[in-house]
């Protein structure tokens, strides 16, 4: 039974754990991205390593070639050139003195690097030959490996990220946890205090029912309706609270009901608290505005409008209600709700004014209904003013 | 008349007068069995850069010593260090950068 009672997770709750869920995913993202950058520095590394060797022996002949150079300057003044390779040289205050590289600027502080898709091997000579201090070796990178980086971190990086998704989920449900328990002890007394209402219930309206209210005198009749008013106003706390718990239970008989008649129905229900309140009632109705629909689910969805335009109206005030032929509006006079508020009206347990009595699930049920028939509830409302709500098909 | 005569015969010997390097370095480096330009090739071996050739010359000119010769062992055995430069400091520096514009590599490598 508890069971069936889902969660139902209100707005900002839903929206507290998106966030945490975005955030989550974000963190994990950003270190994701930082080990994968790691990876990617390594084996960068690694691969210039391996290079290195082979550099430093083109170096060596190409060095070579410069001392050959050096001795000959005087009547050979060609630059040594190779296939493999491009290469410059620098005298020890870094001013170049010939290159044949792509790079215009050459990184003479490091070892060996990576830019642009070639790779840089620098070299101290011993000897300076032609004033060359420096020498930089530039060649392609086949850029094999950095396929292979890729490859490794779409696939690591999407199992990991799959993996951390996974832990996301579960770490979720642990904070979950504690809000699902409350919502379930909440659910489970709400449902044991209706269990222990129904007998009593039952008993009072039956007795009221079978009283022979005109053969009291006035006194006893007055307080005869008190004890109806105040009985009906558990009867119909006692109905909601038995729907939200077995509304997946009840089988729904649709059928074309006369909206007009029901509200009418529906007011006499009430009649006795719109004359306690003093509220002065208006109906327009069209004739004949039928709707397919559950008959005791529409008139749940009326009964709870009424009585909440009822219960909040002031005293004295008025209640005008309008059928026409898609548009059922319940409007009053009484306090109104603030704007920001409209929206969470619907959710269940959601109260804003303490001075009135209720558990708030009135429109919670209301929404569940028109929902499950898809009916439109547009609410108007002006703090001070008055509330309409309003029904369309 | 006298004046205009003085300024040409002034004219003409500016034209034809010597630099520095060519009036005391070269002039006896011609004759040397080791030509002028095998020295340059050696500090630039050692030194590099154009500061660092011109100022180990300046130093070896002004005081030499075995110590600061780029010389081979043989060669200086064979020819001895130098006398020291009578030259002043600006005319030794004007001499020096003439020679590193001969012989410097800088935009003769093809």
Known sequence: ?393 | MVKIITIVVLFSLSLSAKSVYEQDCMSCHQTMAVKIDKFFYRYLLKYSSEEGVKKAMTQYLKNPTIQKTVLSDGLINRFGVKKPTKLSDKELQEALDEYWEIYKIFGKLK
């Open chain 1, 1 to 393: 039974m508890l069971k069936s009672w889902d969660i139902n997770l209100r707005e900002s709750e839903k929206k507290t754990l998106l966030s945490f869920l975005a955030l989550y995913l974000f963190l994990m993202f950003v270190i994701l991205l930082f080990v994968g950058v790691l990876y990617y520095v390594s084996q960068k590394e690694v691969m210039l390593q391996s290079k290195r060797m082979e550099l430093s022996d083109l170096t060596n002949e190409h060095i070579a070639k410069l001392k050959e150079l050096h001795v000959t300057f005087y009547k050979n003044k060609n630059y040594p050139r190779d296939e493999r390779f491009n290469s410059a040289i620098y005298d020890s205050s870094l001013k170049q003195i010939f290159s044949t590289t792509k790079a215009k600027k050459i990184n003479l502080y490091e070892d060996s690097y990576l830019e642009d898709g070639k790779i840089y091997f620098i070299k101290e000579l011993e000897s300076y030959y032609l004033g060359a201090r420096y020498i930089a070796i530039e060649v392609d990178d086949a850029g094999i490996w950095k396929k292979k980086v890729y490859q490794d971190l779409a696939i690591y990086g999407s199992i990991v990220f799959m993996l951390l998704l996974l832990f996301g989920y579960f770490l979720l449900n642990i904070l979950l946890q504690p809000m699902r328990n409350a919502l379930a002890l909440l659910d489970r007394f709400i449902k044991d205090t209706t269990h222990e209402l129904s007998t009593p219930v039952n008993a009072i309206m039956s007795n009221i029912e079978m009283i022979d209210i005109d053969s009291l005198d006035e006194k006893l009749q007055k307080k005869i309706k008190r004890i109806n008013i105040g009985a009906r106003t558990v009867a119909n706390l006692y109905q909601d609270l038995t729907y939200l718990m077995l509304s997946h239970k009840i089988v729904s008989h649709d059928e074309d009901v006369d909206v007009g008649l029901l509200v009418k129905e529906r007011v006499e229900y009430f009649s006795l608290f719109l004359e306690s309140k003093k509220i002065e009632f208006n109906i327009k109705a069209q004739e004949h505005i039928t709707v397919h629909i559950d008959r005791k689910k529409f008139a749940k969805v009326v009964d709870n409008i009424l009585s909440n335009a009822i219960k909040y109206n002031s005293v004295g005030g008025k209640i005008d209600v309008e059928v026409s032929s898609n548009v059922l509006s319940i409007e009053d006079t009484g306090r109104g709700i603030e704007q920001k508020n409209i929206k969470r009206m619907f959710e269940r347990y959601s109260r804003f004014d303490p001075s009135v009595g209720g558990f708030g699930i009135g429109l919670s049920i209301v929404s569940m209904i028109t929902k499950e028939y898809g009916l439109h509830v547009e609410i108007k409302s002006t703090v001070g003013v008055g509330t309409k709500v309003s029904i369309s098909w």
